[in-house]
């Protein structure tokens, strides 16, 4: 199993350019999340799904978007990117019966 | 404002010397607490969790103690060694998953 993969590794944006951050597991999981990493503050949950066709907002969820057409996929969608949202993002998944979230090796985004 | 306060933001300790790290939360309706560790340029891994009706869990080197009353955990590293240096996230997670993580303390294991 490779577990959870993210795509791409690095990423620089123009302001106001948009982009798709890939998010695929093999571990068959019903939940995944988004999560972003920045300095000194941890990892805030942005969007979270908790099965296909079912997505929900977690803490930070602004200048986000997310879809869940399959078990295995849950990109995360920014429109209009801006400064604010340059930070490294994961994406986890986890069984619906266990709270231990798997994380992938994140995208390290930057915004310029 | 954060849900999950941690405590403290870095920690130096000699190799064998005990880490501790502190983490308080205020929401009651989180019901699982689990500790993650990140080494650099890699996501988080879950190193070890406990749930709100122990006080106390162990695996291998690796402590967790819980307070209840007082809304605070800890996490206790024996025996410290320079493989432990990274960086250790807090979390409180409610029962829909939606999980809040501290702000990270990170660790440096000195030979």
């Known amino acids: 199993n490779a577990g959870v993969t993210q795509t791409p590794k690095f990423r620089i944006l123009k302001i106001g350019q948009s982009m798709t951050l890939q998010c695929t597991q093999d571990?068959?999981?019903?939940?995944m999340y988004w999560y972003r990493q920045d300095p000194g503050m941890g990892l805030k949950l942005i969007y979270y799904?908790?099965?296909?066709?079912?997505?929900d907002k977690g803490e930070v969820p602004n200048g986000y978007n997310v879809s869940r057409s399959t078990t295995e996929d849950f990109p995360l969608r920014l429109e209009l990117a801006a400064p604010s949202q340059t930070s490294v993002y994961f994406c986890?998944?986890?069984?619906?019966?266990?709270?231990?979230?798997?994380f992938g090796p994140g995208t390290r985004l930057t915004v310029l | 404002q954060q849900q999950v306060k941690q405590s403290p933001q870095s920690l130096i300790v000699q190799k064998g010397g005990i880490s501790i790290i502190n983490c308080a939360y205020e929401n009651t309706a989180f019901d699982y607490f689990p500790w993650y560790q990140q080494f650099p340029g890699k996501g988080p891994a879950l190193l070890i969790a406990i749930r709100p009706d122990v006080s106390e869990k162990k695996e291998g080197r690796f402590t967790i103690s819980f307070n209840k009353s007082a809304k605070q955990f800890s996490l206790h590293i024996m025996d410290s060694q320079p493989g432990d240096s990274a960086t250790y996230f807090c979390?409180?997670?409610?029962?829909?998953?939606?999980?809040?993580f501290g702000a990270g303390t990170r660790l440096t294991v000195k030979p």
């Open positions: 986890a998944s986890s069984y619906p019966s266990s709270n231990e979230q798997f």
């Open positions: 799904s908790v099965g296909a066709g079912i997505t």
């Open positions: 979390a409180a997670s409610r029962p829909n998953n939606d999980m809040r």
């Open positions: 571990m068959n999981h019903n939940y």
